[in-house]
Nanobody, 122 residues
């Protein structure tokens, strides 16, 4: 399974970015997919996830109402629309595939992309 993120960059606070993840080699659309981020000196944290079974979405409290996760199984892509960006959203964003239908912690995921840097200036 290979995951490749794109779309990161530098943005001013209040702006928007859209991240994409190209997925290849995954044998089933039933696996959950998610986005995580890691700021310098901090642990990797859950941002958003989408169930492969139900399509239900989960979000970290810090991004609810601002970020939207979506997946297009026909195109094998996962996306994260990020609006009203804040300086604290800065970090490396990782796309990941769950070991089961869904997940909200690092341990639920067993395939990871290399990450894409998002920097929000205040």
């Amino acid at each position: 399974v290979r995951l490749v993120e794109s779309g990161g960059g530098l943005m001013q606070a209040g702006g928007s970015l859209r991240l994409s993840c190209a997925v290849s080699g995954s044998t089933s659309d039933l696996y959950g997919m998610g986005w995580f981020r890691q700021a310098p000196g901090k642990e990797r944290e859950f941002v958003a996830g989408i169930s492969g079974l139900t399509g239900d979405r989960d979000y970290a409290e810090s991004v609810k109402g601002r970020f939207t996760i979506s997946r297009d199984n026909a195109k094998s892509t996962l996306s994260l629309e990020m609006n009203s960006l804040k300086a604290e959203d800065t970090g490396v964003y990782y796309c990941a595939r769950s070991q089961s239908y869904s997940g909200t912690v690092v341990g639920d995921y067993n395939y990871w992309g290399q990450g894409t840097q998002v920097t929000v200036s205040s």
